[in-house]
Nanobody, 114 residues
């Protein structure tokens, strides 16, 4: 059974940093592309970026240069390093993997506010 568990969210001031983690189980982790998504109140869930099995990353324009996705296949964990955070980054952040069907974690809340 595939399970994804996010952690690392919290309250941070504008300009601050957070590192989110997504711990996976129930799959051959190293084989799959993993993604980070976020959903702000009243908005649709959007992709933040993803990382392939070959460690190739892509990002949406609004986070390029500020966010970095990485993965540790031994620990079966994906990370999202978020720097220079802005109030508009406030959202619940989710990780996602697709194995025939899509699996989501429950998310972790990130709030950027002074």
């Amino acid at each position: 059974q595939v399970r994804l568990v996010e952690s690392g969210g919290g309250l941070v001031q504008p300009g601050g940093s957070l590192r989110l983690s997504c711990k996976a189980s129930g799959l051959n982790f190293r084989l799959y592309t993993l993604g980070w998504y976020r959903q702000a109140p009243g908005k649709q869930r959007e992709s933040v970026g993803n990382i392939t099995s070959g460690h190739i990353t892509t990002y949406i324009d609004s986070v390029k240069g500020r966010f970095t996705i990485s993965r540790d296949n031994v620990r079966r964990t994906m990370y999202l390093q978020m720097n220079s955070l802005k109030p508009e980054d406030t959202a619940r952040y989710y990780c996602r993997v697709e194995l025939g069907r899509v699996f989501w974690g429950r998310g972790t809340q990130v709030t950027v506010s002074s």
